[in-house]
Nanobody, 120 residues
Framework: QVQLVESGGGLVQAGGSLRLSCAAS????????MGWYRRAPGQQRALVAA???????EHADSVKGRFTISRDFTKNMVYLQMNNLKPEDTAVYYC??????????????WGQGTQVTVSS
């Protein structure tokens, strides 16, 4: 099993920035991909960004140019730098991990989530 713990969420004004971090522990040798999903109020969880061991990335269209995913797999960490935040970015952000390098594959592991609230 893999455990994922997020940090870095909070309240920020529109136009501001936040950086989310996620630490993986447990059977980390099985992880080939890490990333972030989010669930906005009244909506389903959706992919925000993902990155695999090869460095390939995927970002949702709604965050391209504003959010950047990065990783340090030697430390079993993944990060999400969020700039120019908008009220519609308000959501619970979940760290995810997968045993496949396919970025769009349903994740195998989920964190508990961290709240990001953007005020207008």
């Amino acid at each position: 099993q893999v455990q994922l713990v997020e940090s870095g969420g909070g309240l920020v004004q529109a136009g501001g920035s936040l950086r989310l971090s996620c630490a993986a522990s447990g059977s980390v040798f099985s992880i080939a991909m890490m990333g972030w999903y989010r669930r906005a109020p009244g909506q389903q969880r959706a992919l925000v960004a993902a990155i695999n061991y090869g460095g390939a990335t995927e970002h949702a269209d709604s965050v391209k140019g504003r959010f950047t995913i990065s990783r340090d797999f030697t430390k079993n960490m993944v990060y999400l730098q969020m700039n120019n935040l908008k009220p519609e970015d308000t959501a619970v952000y979940y760290c995810i991990a997968g045993v496949s390098t396919e970025l769009l594959r349903t994740p195998d592991y989920w964190g508990q989530g961290t709240q990001v609230t953007v005020s207008s």
